[in-house]
């Protein structure tokens, strides 16, 4: 921080530790090539723990679902394909994939894409889910889904909400798709990078939009 002090610490993350070394390798390996290899050889068969504790809610704190999507992301596909670490890197992606895949989120479906290859299930949901998004409200209107929907508690859905009808938010596929209410005053406009970042991987993978 500006002052000094440290805002947090990855201490008991070595996904996130990992990752990003696993990019700094990347750009430059002379650097951090020999301290990547050094953190792997000891962290890499604990990657899969922060995944399975953050998967005991599927709902409380979802972003931590698109910081692990988004970490795994680089670090399972700046590994070499031949090395023995990254089969440790996929076993905790298909923890945090199969706790979420049912949850209607194009941006987690195109990641999945890029790492596990083609689907063509989750590529029809993945263009259908970004159409909804073009079906939204562009504004951060008050929106109360409680009569609409049956709900597991107060503010939890029984089932992840359709894409149109989900709460304004900044970046959509870091909110819980169980939200029942929330949102502005209908003063701010959506960036929509949200789309624009999920549209692109789209069609870079070829999907039909």
């Known amino acids: 921080m500006p ?17 990003f070394l696993q990019v700094g390798r990347r750009i430059n390996p002379r650097k951090f090539g020999w301290i990547y290899s050094s953190y792997r050889r000891l962290f890499a068969s604990l990657v899969s723990l922060p995944i399975y504790v953050d998967n005991h809610d599927d709902h409380g704190r979802y972003f931590k679902f698109n910081l692990n999507y988004i970490n795994l992301y680089n670090l399972i596909r700046l590994e070499e394909k031949s090395s023995l670490y990254r089969r440790a890197y996929l076993n905790a992606y298909n923890l945090l994939r199969n706790r979420t895949e049912h949850h209607g989120n194009a941006h987690f479906n195109l990641v999945d894409r890029a790492l596990r290859g083609e689907d063509l299930a989750a590529d029809a949901e993945t263009s259908a889910l970004l159409e909804a998004w073009l079906q939204r409200p562009h504004r951060d209107y008050w929106i109360d889904l409680r009569s609409k929907y049956p709900a597991r508690d107060v503010d939890r859905a029984c089932s992840p909400i359709p894409v149109a009808d989900r709460i304004n938010t900044d970046f959509l596929w870091q909110r819980s798709p169980f939200l029942l209410y929330g949102g502005g005053s209908g003063t701010i406009e959506t960036a929509g ?11 870079y993978y070829g999907l039909p939009l």
């Not at 000094?4 to 993350?13: A, K, M, P, Q």
């Open 3 to 19: 002052d000094g002090e440290f805002s947090t610490s990855f201490l008991y993350r070595p996904d996130q530790q990992l990752s």
């Open 193 to 203: 990078i949200d789309y624009i970042l999920a549209y692109w991987m789209a069609r």
